[in-house]
């Protein structure tokens, strides 16, 4: 089995690992941005918006002039609720304004109507804290927001680990928390799991060293008896 350090981005690799399989399982709540229709007619946006229209009519005899009676396509509703957050030991309540972005479904409404942006056509639209809507979104951010901290507490647990047990190798992590072995590329474990051929050749060199001094040991101790017997 070969030692494979763990470099900088081989430990980025793990760590953008784990927080992908972590969005697997716990993938990111879409907000009900498609119920930005379903808001203005809630709360008679859209009926006001055509008495709007009809009355400019009215009032101009079917010549309304351009920059009144310019229309264009609505590009978000956004819904608002103040809400109460805490209340402090002095008995004063603490408030937060609360919005989200919904789709404005590229309605056609007066453009006086979404003041002068040019680049964003939204129309703000107060709702209650019961507002259906207003709770959905609500519940969407508050599970993206604990599953995001839920990545973050995870990838610092393998940041801890390496810290506290001073890891600085694959092996020494598998050995240390074997569960890992999900996260790290597969390119990384196969390399890790082979066979070093080193240990190998050390050790045919060593058996061949110790053959020829066998070798040698024996021409030496023939010499020795020869030489033995000549000196008779």
Request: charge should be negative; proline fraction near 3%.
């Amino acid at each position: 089995m070969k030692t494979v350090r763990l470099s900088g981005s081989l430990l980025d690799d793990i760590r953008d690992n784990i927080r992908n399989a972590h969005e697997r399982v716990h993938p990111e709540k879409s907000l009900p941005t498609e119920e930005g229709y379903e808001v203005l007619e809630r709360y008679g946006v859209l009926e006001k918006i055509d008495k709007t229209k009809t009355l400019l009519q009215d009032l101009w005899e079917g010549q309304v002039p351009y920059d009144m009676g310019k229309e264009v396509d609505l590009d978000n509703v956004v819904i608002k609720c103040e809400l109460a957050t805490n209340t402090d030991s002095e008995g004063e309540t603490h408030y937060e304004m609360s919005s989200f972005n919904l789709s404005g479904g590229g309605l056609r409404i007066p453009a006086f109507v979404v003041g002068d942006s040019y680049y964003n056509k939204s129309l703000t639209v107060p709702v209650p804290s019961d507002d259906a809507t207003l709770v959905k979104c609500q519940e969407a951010q508050m599970e993206n927001e604990m599953n995001a901290k839920n990545r973050r507490n995870q990838v610092e647990q393998f940041n801890t680990l390496i810290d506290e047990h001073n890891i600085t190798t694959l092996n020494q992590l598998l050995k240390a928390a074997s569960w890992l072995e999900a996260y790290i590329p597969a390119d990384r474990l196969q390399k890790m799991n082979e066979k070093d051929d080193r240990v190998k050749r050390v050790q045919e060199q060593r058996e061949f060293a110790d053959d020829a001094m066998a070798d040698i040991r024996e021409t030496m101790l023939e010499d020795k008896l020869t030489g033995d017997i000549f000196n008779e």
